[in-house]
């Protein structure tokens, strides 16, 4: 398939001019990684004490230097993810799932990625890269918190699953106390979790919202969106979202009738984070109408062909609830 490995645009066989700009400064690096994957775990093994990228999947950070990609533990500028290590279904999938997420995220609804790409290994074992959004170009590193730090909710003081003893509506209140420009970043939040929501992304959880310090400004703004994929391809019986979208118990009467999330549910949730009416409808709005455009993206990505279909499928059942109005039908 002949597309950009980053922006899927057709007709590149390798990075296209614009996204060499954006991940590379410019210089022309290939997509495919200089180091097979078995050398990449090698490297990993033998640096895991010193690296500092939080997660469960297996990452690693690494550096351009000149034109060439190294594995390194200092001056990381980019976040390389391989196949991860687990019985999940599907996992040789889940750096092409998460490549065309972040994609459909920035290219059909607006939602603020860093740059990324789907890449192979040399012995062409797919891997996703993403570069960091909390390094500056001088190698300056941003203060950046999770809601999980923000919380204070660690596995020692809330339990093993407090990453999703949480919900929407309790991060939204925690943004109101430590973010100034609010009501800017509050759409953005909200934009964020009706995309999770759309692509069926269970693992939209407390440690994967955070915000970081403003340079210019001094105050808290949300970070890029990161760790987007639809997660239901791998887990099909997981729970519709990560998080509840309401605190203390509280349910609309769509809910109750359905007992799944749809139109009403998020339209009473913006007006409980503080978003008017005229900014819910038109926020809302871009996620619905979307199915050719979400098609056209699936199929250029390099999702295995089985998996484009079920990845669409699971796309149009979540957005005929996201369509679903039980007050209008009442």
């Known amino acids: 398939m002949n597309v950009c490995p980053s922006c899927l645009k057709e007709g590149y066989e390798t990075f296209c001019n614009p996204c060499l700009k954006k991940l590379f400064n410019g210089k022309k690096v290939s997509h495919i990684l200089p180091f097979s994957q078995p050398e990449f775990n090698a490297v990993r093994l033998s640096q ?5 990228i939080s997660g469960i999947q297996i990452k690693h950070s690494i550096k351009l230097e000149k034109l060439k990609l190294v594995l390194t533990d200092i001056g990381g500028e980019y976040i390389l993810k391989p196949t991860p290590i687990g019985t999940l279904n599907y996992l040789e999938a889940i750096p092409a799932n998460e490549h065309l997420t972040m994609q459909l995220a920035s290219q059909l609804f607006e939602i603020n990625i860093p740059p990324n790409a789907f890449m192979q290994f040399e012995d062409k074992k797919p891997a996703y ?27 020692d003081n809330s339990g093993k699953n407090y990453k999703y003893d949480f919900s929407y509506e309790g991060i939204a209140e925690l943004m109101k106390k430590y973010v100034n420009a609010y009501p800017i970043e509050i759409e953005r939040f909200y934009s964020l979790v009706i995309f999770n929501y759309l692509v069926s992304n269970g693992d939209a959880h407390l440690k994967n919202f955070s ?26 019986n997981e729970g519709d979202t990560a998080l509840e979208l309401f605190k203390d118990d509280f349910m609309t009467e769509s809910f109750k009738y359905g007992t799944k999330y749809a139109k009403d549910d998020f339209y009473e949730f913006g007006i409980k984070i503080g978003i008017s009416k005229t900014r819910i409808e038109k926020i809302y709005g871009k996620f619905l109408n979307k199915e050719k455009s979400i098609d056209i993206l699936i199929k250029k990505s390099f999702l295995p062909d089985e998996l484009k279909e079920k990845y669409f499928d699971s796309v149009l059942r979540r957005l005929k609830r996201l369509e679903y109005s039980f007050d209008a039908e009442k």
């Open 211 to 236: 915000v970081f310090r403003n340079i210019e400004f001094g105050d808290y703004i949300l970070t890029p969106a990161y760790d987007l994929l639809n997660t239901s391809i791998h887990i099909p």
């Open 48 to 52: 895991s004490e010193r690296l500092s």
């Open 129 to 155: 890269i993403v570069k960091r959004f909390d390094v500056l170009p001088d190698g300056t590193k941003l203060l950046q918190e999770d809601f999980a730090q923000v919380a204070g909710k660690t596995e």
